[in-house]
């Protein structure tokens, strides 16, 4: 699964998941179009998906709380 699936699936639009990271929706943007950036910002939107996720009925594990692997977006 990829950022825009997971974040769709979150159900959030990329305005929210920029001002949740204080990433740019610019960056958001390029990044779910396959532009590249740097492993630091990969991991503040990893995180915070993850934030997101867990505080969300949508993806849930058989523990009932998200992992990395739930959203396998590396």
């Known amino acids: 699964m990829d950022i825009r699936q997971t974040r769709r ?3 959030l639009t ?5 001002d949740a990271t204080g990433l740019s929706i610019g960056t958001i943007n390029r990044i779910e179009k396959g532009g590249g950036s740097t492993l630091k910002t990969y991991t503040i939107i990893k ?3 993850l934030e997101y996720a867990k505080h969300s009925n949508t993806i849930s594990s058989p523990t009932g709380n ?7 977006i590396f």
């Open 47 to 49: 995180e915070k998906l």
């Open 9 to 11: 699936l979150l159900n």
């Open 66 to 72: 998200p992992t990395a692997t739930d959203l396998s």
């Open 14 to 18: 990329q305005k929210q998941l920029a």
